[in-house]
């Protein structure tokens, strides 16, 4: 059984039902169910496409959250190999919100930064939901810096409601590490591709997804502010997050059409959780593409594409 969204109610009953179908076949039950969890598997995979065929932006907000989605972590460990962590900012501390480090993508050495919310209770805790603290960016920028250095392409996996918005964190200089770490971003000499795996929350996300190539998962979301952030401001009511959520143009759609980013990467009916492997495979499939799209382009002009990119980004709009 698969953790269900609101609206996702009339598949859930139907997935109900046949689970107790198939239970009494188990349990020997003198009925022949096996027509009955046929026709009722057919309806339960129709009402899903039709659910998906006509998502509102609020509902994708959802999808995108989704505990089961996956995580930074499940790219890491399917798409790179030789994975080695790099930890700590020198400054201060070790941010798990954060993950960096060195690896090799198709046997090219890469440098990888994502960001991790935890798919349980003590590791949301440890990771902090995915919301860095200044420390974080710090890191991120560190391992920028190794990758100008030693020629590495750099990959961003972004999947985070907003960078943490704690006294300690705007103590310690939140602001300043978010427009370094996207300062770093626009300096590097190096191919630097990014996709929004889940939720890309305000400077949080853009900290690390200011790259020469950016994507999106079919179902995830980008935006300046969280939906429910907005409808504190707008409204001054939380509760208000879905006409936030629609007016504020978030899916992957509205911004490939706005040119905010560069493709949309196909999620399987019913979202990534549903088809973990397929999603993450089609997402190494674009990250190689955009790479070998950039493997004849030097240094200053890797540079000068990034930053005309993100220039023509308000041009545009």
Known sequence: MYNYLDFEKPVADLDGKILELKKLAEEGGALDT?????RLEKRSAEALRDLYRKLTPW????IARHPDRPHCVDYIGKLFTDFTPLAGDRNFAEDEAIQAGLARFNGQAVAVIGQEKGNDTKSRLKHNFGMAMPEGYRKAVRVMGLADRFSL???TLVDTAGAFPGIAAEERGQAEAIARSTAASLNLKVPMVSVIIGEGGSGGAIAIATANRVYMLEHAIYSVISPEG???ILWHDSTRAKDAATNMRITAQDLYEL?????IIPEPT????R???AVIEATGNIINVALKSMALMDGEALRKDRRDKFLAIGRNL
């Open 59 to 62: 509902q994708k907000a959802q």
């Open 34 to 38: 096996n027509d009955e969890i046929a």
């Open 230 to 232: 907005a409808a504190s």
């Open 259 to 263: 040119k905010i980013i560069d493709g």
């Open 275 to 277: 088809g973990k492997d």
């Open 270 to 273: 019913g979202g990534a959780h």
């Open 153 to 155: 392409p750099v990959i």
